[in-house]
């Protein structure tokens, strides 16, 4: 398949379309297409063809929480099209609802067959991606029963079992084999002159260990007005920036996005929540810095989105159970998935806990509530895991040891496990990398804001005034190690990191930014780094690059060594605000907004580095989640910082 994908998504269920309403199958690394729900896709072949043919695109899919295109069949300028097909298709939870609209453009009687081949495959999210990797299933079998009005695929590994089911209205006049695994659905219309038969196709997805009844919605219509209404909740009662409409605009976007991205989680007592999934297609799950991130931008518009957050991560609060070597007691988890792969261990990720920031990011939520709302009882309900992450920063995290958050390459996980978590990531201006233990500067910083804001709620909330006195000397303490260990005077800017060593990694990167935004840097030293952001080298017209340019570790192209990120880019923002740039926290706020407008209001996951002065246009990068929470969230932040202007 060569047209392009388009998502729809809905909760913890997306889409992935082509150009004509149709999925393949076909695996690409950068997009999966087919129906997902949980980590397993349900549907991997579903392609319409009239009279043995595919059909002809008037008008494409274009992007929106509804796939509409027209369609007519093959012919020629001397035979106009027998008739024309209005196709629309809409996600629900847990289900995909397609109308099939056959309209005649002649004025006598026609009979025209249709036939959707769908087909089922349950493959797990890790197997489509593009690391080539394979996994054994043993016994896994799939199976297919014919319906009175459809067909329904299942599939089943040991305890593991799942189905994806597909009915019709009016029932198909016949179930095909194809020879393959997938299965034809035909139907032969009889059209008055110009007259309009529609079919009504709907795909119910049953995940592994979904006890849910699934509801599936009448037609997408009834979909559209689902999310319009989710949308409007979740925009009632912001008040958007007038003097704008840009920022207005990015602001609304993203709030629209952030209400289709919630996903289920569960609380501390069992409580259904609804939590902030990290982005489509790759990550619609909960990721906890993701989520900590989102619910800090959005806190002052929606702080449900923390109040759902927090407790959703000390639910899964690791424990100490050794069944991992990342999972420490304390530590807050990183990823949490919900696949095959995931439940037979086959990949680690089911609750996987490499992250060396989600920990201080969930103190940091925390302190920043109660601060912000004024509930300290949610504070006081999770006392206990607010204390757990605080000793896990200072025991299993390295602080009280190494003076330092530490993190280790994991193997079979995360080379690296700050934001910048891909496996080049964290490397010194050449592009070397480092080995062994790595100090990652950004998260130096929040364990500093962390340890400040606990201090704050076991003072105000927790009554506890001599261990809020200890966090307090242990946060005056990493300030002073910091600037001391970390500072390059050759650069007049911190190191990216530190090495097992101690010694500097020294790119000039990005998380200096991050420092701002926690309050880590003296005022002399914020002043001079956030200055140094918006020089050319790091400043590209649509944001500052993750790694400065003329760095031989620079690539534009590169996920997080010369990338403009928008959520890095809200901090960094923040940051600026913070330390009294508010000129350059608005040149920043400005790009930003500029590059949403670029792209019907919606900012990517990342953006590729090239500069504006050499292309007009954000050139997108590759690989990028279409919609992202920490992206869709971003123009709140800017809001934050910068206000209207």
Known sequence: MTDRHHLLVHGATFAA??????????RSGSSPDGLFVRDARHLSRWQLTVDGAVPEVLTPVTDGDAARC??????????????????????GDGSFVESLRVTSNRPVPTTTRLAITADADFADQFELRSDHRTYVKPGAVRSREVLDDGIEFSYRRAEWRSCTAITADPAPDAVEETGTGARRLVWTLDLAPHGTVELMLRVIARPHGEKRAVRVPR?????????????GEFMEGVAFPTGWPELSAACARGLADLAALQVPATGPDGEELRVPAAGAP??????GRDALLTSL????????????????LAATQAGGSGLSPVAQPGKIVHEVRHGELAHFGQVPFGRYYGSVDATPLFLILLGTYVEQTGDGDLARRLEAHARAAVGWMLDHGGLT??????????????????????????????????TGAVMAAGAQGYAYDALRR??????????????????????????????RDFWMPEHSFPALALDGEGRRIDALASDAGHLLWSGLLDKEYGEVVGRRLLEPDFFSGWGVRTVASGQPAYHPLSYHRGSVWPHDNALITLGLTRYGLHDEARTVAHALVDAATAAGHRLPEVLAGYGRDTHPEPVPYPHACVRESRSAAAPLALLTAVGGV
Not at 460 to 481: F, I, K, M, S
């Open 401 to 434: 040891s190494r003076g330092y958050l530490v993190y280790r390459a994991d193997e079979g996980g995360l080379a690296n496990q700050n934001w910048k978590d891909s496996p080049g990531a964290i490397c010194c201006a050449d592009g070397t990398r480092p």
């Open 297 to 312: 931008f959005a806190l002052p518009y929606r702080p449900r989105l923390a109040a759902a957050t927090l407790p959703a």
């Open 70 to 91: 027209v369609l007519v069949p093959r012919g020629g300028r001397q035979e106009p099209p027998a008739h024309t097909l209005f196709r629309e298709q809409a996600v």
């Open 454 to 483: 606990t201090a704050w709620v076991a003072r105000t909330v927790w009554a506890d005034g001599t261990y809020a006195a200890l966090l307090e000397q242990a946060a005056a303490d990493l300030r002073d190690r910091f600037q």
């Open 282 to 287: 790759w990550y619609l799950t909960l990721l």
């Open 219 to 231: 037609d997408p219509a009834a979909v559209h007005e689902q999310l319009l209404a989710q949308e």
């Open 17 to 26: 379309v082509g150009d004509r309403g149709d999925i393949s199958g076909v």
